[in-house]
């Protein structure tokens, strides 16, 4: 049973007939982890929590500070020093008071990921660093939920969606299928070193949340077995299919790796 708020509140995307009351039912009762609330997890945050998804959970482990604000825009100048995860939780409540949000503010490891992420339906990859993502994407295959992972340079970003079937119906690549080792230590720049256009996250972000939304409610064609690069200097996308690699440690069809591991000593953090 709809209250009046729910209907007034979602009823522009209540009316989409692929949606409907059904296809808002099922964000009422579904539930998304998202790794991250820095530049890519705030929008995505933003919109899931305003979409109506049921239940929201927060892993991120940083505070706020003021070099975040320029492409952070769910947090203000008076946020600075407090924890993210606790600060998006008290303005996303602000945006929609009728959802649940959950705030883990903890660094995600081997030893607590699996427990953090199992009740979850999907987990959105929304961090910034290579350790997490490779823990993330293990803990989703052993968990067997699908993953929205995007990724941001400059002014470059990436995006895909890991281990759901493809339009074929066969079961889709994992992150170490398209990167199977991380990069060496100090190869690649953090943002803080390289700089990032603060825009970027906004628009990879969104898109990633209509991942995660189309998945949830089984809609269109998720980007399964592909991989999305968007250039925000030339305006362009492209979208590259990649396959899922049956000798792949976690995902092949012989996999050898079967608990979680700590990726720290890989990339030198």
């Excluded at 009351?21 to 820095?38: C, F, I, M, W, Y």
């Excluded at 919109?47 to 998804?53: C, E, I, M, S, T």
């Excluded at 993330?136 to 895909?160: M, R, S, T």
């Amino acid at each position: 049973m709809w209250t009046k708020e729910e209907l007034d509140r979602y009823h522009r995307q209540m009316i989409l007939p692929q949606v409907g009351p059904e296809g808002q039912e099922k964000l009422k009762r579904a539930s998304v982890a998202v790794v991250g609330a820095g530049g890519l997890g705030v929008p995505v945050l933003q919109y899931l929590v305003a979409a109506g998804v049921g239940r929201v959970g927060i892993v991120e482990m940083d505070r706020v500070e003021l070099s975040n604000l320029h492409r952070q825009v769910l947090y203000a100048t008076e946020d600075v020093g407090k924890h993210k995860a606790l600060a998006a939780k008290e303005r996303l409540l602000a945006l929609n008071p009728l959802v649940r949000v959950e705030a883990h503010p903890v660094r995600l490891t081997s030893e607590n990921a699996l427990e953090i992420l199992k009740d979850y339906d999907l987990v959105v990859d929304a961090s910034d660093n290579f350790p997490t993502r490779y823990l993330v994407n293990d803990a989703c295959v052993l968990l067997g939920k699908p993953l929205v992972f995007g990724a941001i340079y400059q002014f470059d970003g990436q995006l895909a969606v890991f281990h759901h079937p493809t339009e074929t119906g066969e079961m889709g690549p994992c992150y170490r299928c398209l990167f199977p080792k991380p990069p060496p230590p100090g190869t690649v720049p953090s943002c803080a070193e390289a700089g990032v256009f603060g825009v970027l996250p906004g628009v990879v972000g969104a898109l990633m949340a209509s991942e995660a939304l189309k998945l949830l409610l089984g809609l269109g064609k998720p980007l399964a077995g592909y991989l999305l690069l968007f250039d925000a200097l030339e305006g362009s996308f492209r979208k590259l299919r990649i396959q899922r690699n049956p000798a792949c440690p976690v995902c092949g069809d012989h996999p050898t790796q079967k608990e979680l591991i700590d990726y720290e000593a890989f990339c030198g953090l």
